[in-house]
């Protein structure tokens, strides 16, 4: 039997550290995905600005589920303009305008449609969707504030064992241990990123 099981995560941040420094970290999909404790390995594709994130999980029987998602990442620095300066595309604007008038940053993850399949279910080996948005702010005191949302959906071939549970309460079980999954890693991915903002600090 397969079940879709969808996980939610949000939180927010501050980094000890300034925007310039924070964009340019955050904006690097391998060096963050490191922390995430269910992350195996994050590779760039064929495809520009296309990553293949590979994500590992044990079940009860310490068995590998593995879960492969394609990424985009599109980056949109945030702008806020005077008033009085029309502006009607933002190529328009000079680097020095951008430097003055940025105030943010949003990075946002999106599916990838792949051209093949790459499931196998008989070794438990999926496709999963992602999506999220990660904005960045300057903050007080020289620190960055992050938001983070994140979207995580995988349909997956069920244990025989798991099929005596009624569906509607294993779909209830399923939704809210995945978000319960999704949120540890990413509350522990960015403390990691917190602590290594602070190393960077004392360099």
Request: net charge neutral; glycine share 4%.
């Amino acid at each position: 039997m397969e079940m879709d099981a969808t996980g939610i995560s949000r939180g927010e941040w501050v980094l000890d550290g300034d925007f310039r420094r924070a964009i340019v970290y955050l904006s690097d999909q391998k060096r963050i995905m490191r922390f995430n404790p269910f992350c195996h390995s994050v590779e760039l594709t064929e495809v520009e600005n296309v990553y293949k994130w590979h994500f590992r999980v044990t079940d009860p029987q310490n068995n590998p589920f593995d879960v492969l998602f394609f990424v985009e990442q599109i980056d949109e620095l945030l702008l806020e303009l005077p008033e009085n300066m029309e502006c009607s595309d933002p190529d328009d604007l000079s680097d020095e305008m951008i430097e003055r008038y940025t105030v943010g940053k949003k990075i946002h993850f999106k599916h990838y449609p792949v051209s093949k399949s790459v499931e196998d279910p008989a070794k438990y080996l999926f496709a999963g969707k992602v999506s999220a948005d990660m904005y960045i702010h300057p903050g007080a005191k020289g620190k960055t504030n992050v938001h983070f949302d994140l979207k995580v959906e995988v349909t997956f071939l069920l244990y025989p064992a798991f099929r005596i549970i009624p569906k509607k309460v294993l779909r209830s079980m399923t939704k809210a241990g995945m978000s319960m999954i999704i949120q540890t890693a990413s509350n522990k991915m960015f403390h990691s990123i917190s602590k290594d903002f602070k190393k960077f600090k004392l360099a």
